[in-house]
Nanobody, 122 residues
């Protein structure tokens, strides 16, 4: 599976962005999709994940109520809608895919996109 993330940019605090991650090269079927981010000078961290059926979603505590993960399996695409952005959300955002059941750990993911920069100004 090849993953291509897009949609990052520069936004003021309180603004919104929607990230997209398009999958290709292999069936999208059955994969849990996740978003991670790497803030400047920090380790990469889990942000959100969604099951294949979209029946289950998981979020980092600090983004709950502000971010929404969704997917369109017909388009092989997963989205991250980010509202009420804060300067602390500034990071490179990565999408990833796993066929396993562990969704919040980097090591569980088999495929990674190249990352898209999100910068939130105060």
């Amino acid at each position: 599976v090849q993953l291509q993330a897009s949609g990052g940019g520069l936004v003021q605090a309180g603004g919104s962005l929607r990230l997209s991650c398009a999958a290709s090269g292999r069936t999208f079927s059955g994969y849990v999709m996740g978003w991670f981010r790497r803030p400047p000078g920090k380790e990469r961290e889990f942000v959100a994940a969604i099951s294949w059926s979209s029946g289950s979603t998981y979020y980092k505590d600090s983004v709950k109520g502000r971010f929404t993960i969704s997917r369109d399996n017909a388009k092989n695409t997963v989205y991250l809608q980010m509202n009420s952005l804060e300067p602390e959300d500034t990071a490179v955002y990565y999408c990833a895919a796993t066929y396993g059941s562990i969704y919040s750990r980097e090591y569980a993911y088999d495929f990674w996109g190249q990352g898209t920069q999100v910068t939130v100004s105060s």
